[in-house]
């Protein structure tokens, strides 16, 4: 490469990573917004200017917000179906996945042709049928019937199948020469080997859960029992003043999930590209 | 090595009850029935009577169901492509970056999509309020005229499809990189020792080694963006609800709404088989391009 092209490359390279960064900012700048219009006192909040930063500091929308609204129970439910989720999302999974992956059984490869299949199966037409099932089995209103509807993870075990698949036969060959049973080789042996798929799995599972709508939404009449997530939509006023109220609200429901991110970046990542079946 | 088959089946057997049980009561049973269900004129909660296929012909002479397909439609259109390309465009400037710069630059990239749907909402609503929205002071600097967003059939949709792909995009992006991270960097440098420019090295090179990357972002993409259903609700909460029907915000409509479970269920199996035929034709076209180009 010449010396000139070379000079015009580095130009334009620089050109492109100055573009993604201020892309970045402009891109993160909403949600900077929010948490900036949540600290301002209401005079502030709507002036009719842009002020990147409040004159006065104020978490009065917080108080309001913590103390005015049901948000204590609200993120008490998301806590703890979010977490039933997970645990019985996972559990099932790791069990469902050594079983295909390490056991021979009759129609092994059906079951595991109908849970690729179940893949495509678009959950959301499946509300009016859930919430049949749930309201006969008195389960509306309750945890368990917010936990229920959201069990179907087809991709964990599609997971797990494959990362159970990749551990070396010898392995498995060993143990059942020392005479170990099939719960030793799978606490013993195969779950610790694959920690950190399942603690990256978790997070992933636990932050979709976290962030449901639509069937916690109509799992739900009553407001104390609401999850965050549909409880901050519940509080509709079109005053102004009220906006940074909301934002609080917000924030606060944000925050558990941003903070989980944040924390295992790297695993929530990895996750992700593990979910969608790419070894990169 | 002797198996201890049976023993085997019985293992297989405790193991996979969970599954099971839970596929079984909230997947394979809620599927047929809502096969089922779609043959009668049954309220929410309650029997009803066979009709046979009336819920379906009356679907052909209903206009709501009309917008709900074609507004799922534009919005697909809206966000499928556009989401894709950006996601592209934003992990190859992303991919130049080294070490904690491309970690902070992503995360910034990234956060939009850990955040749930209504703290997304409330984010939006804010910046583009018709009196305060940061947004509407943009376009009082630009000299352009304020326009109530979510109340408006016009800017509805692509508004909803402009902040979807704000919010989802850090997944696609995360796809990308992934994908540019698996090209060796050896035929990079092949190509700039054979004096490739930026935009031949990626037209040659990038490009065709991304494109089963591309193809699985798209798909990805079409299978979700077809269920949309909770920014439609949400931004559409004190506006135009009817004009911005989606597919399943009408079957929660008739469901929920008018207590129709019958019709709402004819609704969602009519969903359903678009999402599945669309899956499988997108699996076959994706794995023979897949198979053209490797």
Redesign the interface.
Known sequence: ?NPV?ARR?NV??LA??L???V???L??F??Y??VV?SLKPDNE??R???ELWPDTLTFEHYVFALTQTQIGYWYMNSIATALGVMV?TV???I??G??ISQ????F?TA?WWFILA?F??????????????M?NMGLLNTWAGII??Q??HPVI?IVYKQFFDQVPKDFR?AA?MDNAS??RI?FKVYIPMNWGVTTALSIVTF?WA??A??WPF?AVTKTELMT???G??QT?D?F?VY?AS??A???L??FP??L???LF?RR??EA??LS???K? | ?I?D?K???L???I??T??LA??G???V???I??FL?SFTDAP??GEGDYVGIENYTRLGRDRRFDTAMWNTAYFVALSVVPGTAVALA?A???S??TGRMQ?L????????Y??????V????D??M?F??G?AM?VFDMLGIARVPVFKTTTWFMPAVAFITI?WTCG?NI??F???L??IPQEIYEAA?LD?A??WTTFRKVTWPLLWP?TA?NLT?QL?LQ??I??QVY?FS??GRPNDNLVM?YY??QR??QSNH?GR??AI??V??VI??VV??LNFQLTRFSGSGKR
Not at chain 1, 120 to 133: G, K, R, S, W, Y
Not at chain 2, 121 to 124: H, I, K, P
């Open positions: 490469m092209t490359f334009a390279g492109i990573t573009l993604t960064v892309l970045a900012v891109w993160a909403p949600m917004w929010g219009s909040v709507v009719p200017y842009i019985l559990g099932s999974s069990f469902a050594y079983a056991l021979r059984f009759p092994r079951l179940s495509m199966v678009p959950t959301q037409v499946l509300i009016i049928n859930h919430f049949v099932l309201a229920l509807p069990l179907i075990i060959e059942i099939e719960w799978l932050i976290w962030n709508f639509l109509l965050i997530t549909v901050i939509t509709n079109s102004g906006y909301e934002l609200a917000a924030v429901a944000g999930v941003a989980a991110y944040l970046q929530v990542t992700i590209t969608a079946g790419i990169g | 090595m198996r088959t023993n085997e089946w293992v297989a057997l193991l996979l969970p599954f839970v596929y009561l909230i997947f049973y809620p599927t029935d809502m269900l929410l909660i934003i190859l400037g992303v130049r970056l970690a630059i992503l995360a910034l990239f990234f956060l939009p850990i955040l749930p749907v209504s703290v909402y409330r984010l939006w804010w910046t309020n009196q305060f940061i002071h704000w997944f995360l796809l990189l992934a994908g991270r698996a700039s004096n420019g930026r990357i699985l990805i299978i077809m269920k259903f909770d949400l909460v004190g399943v079957i929660f469901a929920f479970g709402a269920a969602a199996v969903l359903f999402v599945v899956s499988v």
